[in-house]
């Protein structure tokens, strides 16, 4: 039986990290997801002060690629809604962790279809894309560093 303690920490997460507004309910659990119940993924997605502190260290850690910082800064949102922000990433990391095969391809599939449009130039003069596959490996590596680390 979880403490009446516990139980308040899940309502508060729950609320934080699901948009009632917009009808949204934590991510159920798929045996047919991209990854396999019990696997390290799922595990280490799942210890939410893990996730949060790695989080926010692999933000910081993401911004200080020049390319990926002119991408955040020039087509993002985060300015005027940061839990919104937030929110989005950690139910896209949700989803494409425990969700269906469906779910989380077609989330994939939205993510991408943004990050087509996420195009520019640095102060430098360098371009940038959303797409550049190295770019892409820094965000998704700085995040599983920052994740395992936490």
Do not use: K
């Not at 991510?27 to 926010?56: E, K, Q």
């Not at 959303?130 to 395992?148: I, K, N, S, Y």
């Amino acid at each position: 039986m979880p403490s009446p303690l516990r139980q308040m920490l899940v309502r508060q997460v729950r609320a934080i990290f699901n948009d009632q507004s917009r009808g949204e309910r934590p991510v159920m659990r798929s045996d047919d997801a991209l990854f396999a119940p019990g696997s390290p993924i799922w595990r280490v997605h799942g210890d939410v002060t893990s996730m949060m502190a790695g989080g926010v260290a692999a933000l910081l850690m993401q911004m200080l690629h020049p390319s990926a910082l002119s991408g955040i800064w020039e087509h993002s949102r985060f300015r005027d809604d940061m839990l919104g922000r937030l929110r989005r990433t950690a139910r896209f990391i949700a989803v494409t962790t425990y969700a269906s095969r469906d779910e989380a391809e077609a989330a994939i599939a939205q993510v991408d279809a943004i990050h087509e449009r996420v195009a520019g130039q640095r102060p430098d003069g360098v371009s940038y894309s959303a797409r550049d596959p190295r770019l892409l490996g820094w965000v998704h590596v700085t995040e599983a560093t920052c994740f395992l680390a936490a």
